[in-house]
Structures are given as structure tokens and as C-alpha cells.
């Protein structure tokens, strides 16, 4: 015993002293990695108008049964200023048309925004708009009827669930709209710069588009003009369209036999993007990133008409 005891003592003489234990470094905080802010464009909706909106409310605030109107094609124009826009028409033709737009508020004019304009009814045409801002985004609805100056108060149910839609959804964001015609042209500034290029012209017409002011400007425009082009006057019916070049790509993609080659360029025969009875149809053509549309004037489709006057346009408006 005595010697297990003399081992014991041993083993604790050479054990070694207990050390204070070093305090673990602490670890940084996890933090989350900053979401990258999107640079656009970001298209309000995703560019759904079904998730902006359901036809049943546009019905409830027209008064009568509406249904979507499709456009026979696209031009990706609201969607690079971040936008959305959707449109229906009445089942009773031509008695009425609903247009629903959203864009970010920081593309449009800020005096239209708070003005009398966009919250209004017009007494020469059958014409109401409503509208609003929630958050960043602005929301319009425009109601075009024969009891359109009775019906802005039933815009307002509308707008409000479009809001709510609208802080559900991610939020828009505009692209940087380079090359766009801002602001476009007016119709006697097109007929000016025909005239210095050899073709005389007069204005007769000059038709803003209806609907949301830009920042820079009106981003379409309707003419009609008296045009001198290989020894005739023609009368032209046309629509300047900044930022909505792609709709030629749009329409050859859907059906290629459409396509016309005038003089280096690529012109396209369309139908109207939102189309009514009777109309002869358009040849569209494009600078790259703005749409110059003519009203047919050959009903067959041939080109030989219009597309010397389609190319004068273009050329009249890259000067």
C-alpha cells in the first residue's frame, strides 16, 4: 500500500499546474449580402396586365361588359420606361374602351402628375381619366364611352385595388431609353425637314397621343400630311413611336412573308397593334429603336406605294 501510495504522490508532483483557458475570439456577426439594385428595366407587373388587374373589375367601373384587347403585336416600349399598359373594349362595338397604365413616377412629368389633366373628365370628347401614386409608381385609368363624364368616381374602386396590387409587387424601374425620339417630333417639324429633303409637305393634322405626359415630352404622335413624292401629292396618315422599334422584329417573327426590303432597309406589312374593323393595315418600319407606322394606302399589300414614303419619313426624322 505504502508503495502505491509513495506512485500517487509522484504522479501528482509531475503533473503540470492547471492553465487559465484562453477566451475563444469572437466570430463576426452573419450579415446578409445587400440585394443588387436593378438597373432596368423593370416592367411594372412583369408586364402582366392580368396580375395588374382583373377584367371583371374594369366591367364593374365601365358599367358595361368589357373584354381584353390583345394587341396583334408588341413593340417593348412601356416596358423599357418600366411601364405596363392594358387595354379592353367593349362587347358592344365601339361603345367603349378602358386603358390601364402603370409606370414609375419618375418618368413622368411631374405637372401632368399633380395636375388637373390626369384627374379630369374632357367635355369635347367622351374622355375620363383617374389617377394615382403609391409608393414610386403611378397608375392611371382611362375610360373612353358615351357616359365616360359620368363614370371617373367609379375609376377610383379601380385604382385602389390596382394599388394594393401594386405594394404586393416588385417594384418597376425604367431603362435608359437611349436613341428615343424625346421629345417626338411634332407633325409640322416632320413636314419641314421632308420639305429641305426634296419631298414638299404640309401638316394637317397633329394628334398628340392620349394618355400619360412624359418627362421629356409625348412620346407618340399621329400626323396626317400632304406629301409630294415622285411627282405626286399623296395624303399620309402615319404614328411616330419613340422607343417601340421592336415592333418590326415582333411582326416578322410572327409571320416572315411579311417582310419588304426597300433600299437597305426592312420595313414590315402589320396590322394595326390594336386592331378595328375595316382598316387596311400599316407598313411599319424602324431607325433601330423608334417605329415610324403608315396607313396603307394599297389595299393588295404591295409595297411599291408606301415604302418610298415610309423611307422618306425615316430618313426626314434621323436628320
Do not use: H
Not at 84 to 98: K, N, P
Not at 132 to 156: C, D, H, K, M, P
Not at 204 to 217: E, I, M, S
Not at 239 to 264: N, Y
Request: hydrophobic share 40%; proline share 9%; aromatic share 6%.
Amino acid at each position: 500500500m505504502a508503495a502505491i501510495a509513495a506512485v500517487v504522490v509522484t504522479l501528482a508532483a509531475c503533473a503540470p499546474e492547471p492553465q487559465e483557458s484562453a477566451s475563444p475570439s469572437p466570430r463576426p456577426l452573419a450579415t446578409a449580402a445587400p440585394e443588387p439594385t436593378p438597373t432596368g428595366p423593370v416592367a411594372a407587373f412583369g408586364g402582366d396586365c392580368s396580375a395588374a388587374v382583373d377584367t371583371a373589375a374594369v366591367t364593374a367601373a365601365m358599367g358595361e361588359a368589357m373584354s381584353f384587347w390583345e394587341p396583334a403585336w408588341e413593340d417593348g416600349a412601356d416596358a423599357e420606361l418600366g411601364g405596363l399598359r392594358c387595354g379592353w373594349t367593349s362587347d358592344q362595338y365601339l361603345s367603349g374602351f378602358a386603358t390601364v397604365w402603370v409606370y414609375p413616377v419618375a418618368v413622368l412629368d411631374p405637372t401632368y402628375v399633380s395636375g388637373e389633366e390626369s384627374n379630369s373628365c374632357q367635355t369635347a370628347d367622351p374622355i375620363c381619366m383617374a389617377s394615382e401614386v403609391f409608393g414610386g409608381t403611378w397608375v392611371g385609368v382611362q375610360a373612353y364611352s358615351n357616359t365616360a363624364a359620368t363614370q371617373i368616381e367609379r375609376l377610383r374602386p379601380l385604382l385602389a385595388d390596382i394599388g394594393e396590387r401594386v405594394a404586393e409587387s416588385a417594384p418597376p424601374v425604367p431603362g435608359p431609353r437611349q436613341g428615343w425620339w424625346l421629345p417626338v417630333a411634332t407633325c409640322e417639324e416632320l413636314a419641314a425637314s421632308l420639305t429641305t429633303d426634296g419631298f414638299p409637305s404640309t401638316s394637317t393634322d397633329d394628334r398628340p397621343a392620349t394618355g400619360p405626359v412624359f418627362v421629356d415630352g409625348p412620346r407618340s404622335r399621329g400626323c396626317s400630311l400632304n406629301m409630294e413624292i415622285e411627282g405626286e401629292e399623296r395624303g399620309v396618315t402615319l404614328l411616330l413611336d419613340a422607343g417601340a422599334g421592336r415592333g418590326v422584329e415582333a411582326v416578322l417573327t410572327r409571320d416572315p412573308s411579311q417582310r419588304i426590303d426597300f433600299e437597305g432597309r426592312t420595313f414590315a406589312n402589320a396590322p394595326e397593334q390594336y386592331p378595328l374593323d375595316g382598316n387596311p393595315g400599316l407598313i411599319i418600319g424602324s431607325d433601330g429603336v423608334n417605329l415610324v407606322s403608315v396607313l396603307r394606302s394599297d389595299g393588295d399589300g404591295q409595297a411599291a406605294l408606301d415604302a418610298p414614303i415610309l423611307a422618306a419619313l425615316l430618313k426626314a426624322l434621323d436628320g
